[in-house]
């Protein structure tokens, strides 16, 4: 404190800064070099300057004062001028420091909810590792397994643990050396938010011991910030009333707003009123025009919750188990449904004749076993046939955007493939340029990562267009898939089966496999036409097979 005082006060141009002296314990100096930043997380809350007493004419040499945990530190951002080991003499001043001071940005692109810490409890410098956002779309996470243990020595670039994010299981890298001090959410640790507190690094293995106790913040260091965006207010000592119980909004008689015999509620406590078994006769709405809204629904529970619902006999009890939410599901579910919700489908079935097909993979499937390649499967051929469709029809291998419709270049399949775990869809990356062989190849592989629940974000990411089949592996006949956004079209495959076909004489016939195919589209990117034309193209290389091979 002394030592800060005094760097504040000799410097002629911040002299005024003895506002912040006055009103804050504490000053911490981090980071004395023009070409750093502070390391402090979005989620932060910035202090400007000026709310500390500082005019416009110091700007030119403190950027700004960034908020720490505490509500009563603060970190001077960077001043310009000073190029010395801030970390050893800070330490040597016995000025609190806060986290790893460096003169280098601070690497925190992923994990950059690692933050300096320090609080009245005496503990020795640190680091709280956040939970990462480690893809676009993850909101929170589940700590699949720790690859470190308390007290083991991290270095830049080793795995500290498994994170299984909204569509795979990633490693998370540590990004500095040091110690792991503590570990805070253990293994198996489900929903943790984004930038919630895992763990504690320190630079020092003697600090290790001094955090064999210590328990991270409620709500993690996302919610750290919110709470101390402003000091709490005094506290005022006023003589309180003694809480009474709510009043529900009851009629003793029928009261309720009517129109003749309508009752006018909003639909959110029509529902509530239907599940908890609640007749809107007896209750008297609040709202706008007397109508009753969800409160009112609130206030009736809260007094006769216990006469309002009729429990269920024990004979129409249902023995169930309630199964966790795993985040491959959840992920599934919410695009599904945005998929459902706002992309207009529309269906196109036809019927391909597979006999020239599976001759071919029979034949193919003979050199590749004579080579000790994979064999070619029936998906196989059919991703390669809708890779080629896709090249002759690029406005189906598009999507849709509010201003433009985005037509690729690339052809990249993804590819359906159903574990334990959920529904996985691995992407094959140039279909239209690979061979069969290569094709078969990759599948197969991305599959064994699908199961084996290690698929990386490359595995998935950049699909163009999706191939569903459920009629080999299950022996479904024709479905109708739902498309996995932002692509606008999704092929369902059914089952072969074998079919009578009428010869030109009155008693001639033939049998024939047909397979068929249900082109699920989105209908702002592909018009009917377009769909149909695509189709004819998919149709054409499975029925003659030989052209996929030109």
């Known amino acids: 404190m002394l030592y800060a005082s005094r760097f504040l006060t000799h410097s ?16 911490l100096v981090r980071w004395f070099s023009g070409g750093t930043c502070s390391s402090i997380g979005k989620g932060d809350d910035l202090i400007e300057i000026r709310r500390r007493g500082f005019n416009s004419s110091t700007d030119g040499l403190l950027s700004g004062v960034n908020r720490a945990v505490d509500p009563n530190i603060y970190i001077v951002g960077w001043v310009r001028g000073f190029n010395g080991n801030i970390s050893r003499m800070a330490k040597t001043m016995g000025i609190p420091v806060v986290g790893s001071i460096s003169n280098k940005r601070f690497s925190c692109l992923q994990m950059h909810l690692i933050r300096g810490f320090a ?5 020795p410098p640190h680091q709280e590792i956040g939970m990462p956002s480690l893809s676009p779309t993850m909101t929170e996470g589940n700590i699949a397994r720790w690859l470190k243990k308390e007290g083991d020595k991290i270095s830049p670039g080793e795995v500290l643990c498994e994170v299984e994010t909204d569509k795979a299981t990633v490693e998370m890298e540590c990004m500095e050396e040091g110690y792991l001090a503590k570990i805070v959410l253990g293994d198996g640790a489900k929903e943790i938010k984004v930038g919630q507190v895992i763990a504690i690094t320190v630079e020092e293995e003697d600090d290790i011991a001094k955090f064999k106790g210590y328990e991270a913040p409620k709500g993690g260091a996302a919610d750290g910030g919110k709470k101390s965006s402003a ?5 005022k000592e006023v003589a309180e009333k003694p809480a009474s119980s709510p009043q529900p909004n009851v009629s003793k008689a029928v009261e309720s707003s009517k129109a003749g015999d309508r009752i006018f509620s909003s639909p959110l406590a029509k529902k509530l009123a239907e599940d908890h ?16 809204v969800k409160a009112d629904i609130e206030d009736y529970l809260a007094s006769y919750g216990k006469e309002a619902t009729t429990p269920f006999s024990e004979a129409a009890t249902l023995d169930y188990t309630d199964l966790p939410h795993t985040q491959i599901r959840k992920v599934t579910a919410s695009r599904l449904l945005l998929s459902k919700q706002t992309i207009p489908h529309y269906y196109l079935t036809v019927d391909t004749c597979v006999d020239k097909l599976m001759e071919l993979r029979s034949q193919l499937n003979t050199l590749q076993e004579a080579s000790g390649g994979k064999r070619i499967s029936v998906n196989d051929l059919v991703i390669k046939a809708a ?10 291998n598009s999507s849709w955007t509010n201003d433009y419709i985005r037509q690729y270049h690339n052809v990249n399949i993804n590819v359906a493939v ?8 691995p992407v094959v990356r140039d279909a239209d340029k690979k061979g069969l062989s290569k094709i078969a190849e990759e599948i197969k592989h991305l599959a064994q990562k699908a199961k084996d629940n290690s698929l990386k974000s490359e595995d998935y990411e950049g699909g163009t267009f999706t191939v569903s089949n459920l009629g ?3 022996g479904v006949k024709q479905f109708c898939a739902i498309i996995n956004p932002p692509q606008s079209g999704i092929l ?9 076909i009428p010869g030109v004489g009155p008693d001639q016939f033939k049998y024939a496999s047909f397979m068929p195919v249900t082109l699920s589209c989105d209908h702002r990117v592909i018009d009917g036409a377009i769909g149909a034309e695509w189709l004819k193209a998919f149709k054409g290389y499975i029925e003659n097979p030989e052209s996929m091979l030109l």
Not at 12 to 27: C, D, G, Q, T, W
Not at 119 to 123: H, N, R
Not at 231 to 235: A, H, Q, T, V
Not at 279 to 291: C, E
């Open 12 to 27: 002629r141009k911040i002299r005024n800064a003895s506002n912040v002296l006055r009103s804050e314990p504490a000053i």
């Open 119 to 123: 609080t009245d409890a005496g503990l």
């Open 231 to 235: 000091s709490p207010p005094p506290m």
């Open 277 to 292: 078994n609640v007749p809107l006769q007896s209750i008297k709405g609040t709202g706008p025009d007397g109508r009753i």
């Open 387 to 396: 890779a080629l469709a896709l090249r002759k029809v690029p406005q189906c």
């Open 418 to 425: 159903q574990t334990d775990n959920g529904l996985y869809v």
């Open 472 to 474: 080999g592996p299950f």
């Open 492 to 500: 369902a495959v059914g089952s072969a089966e074998k079919r009578v």
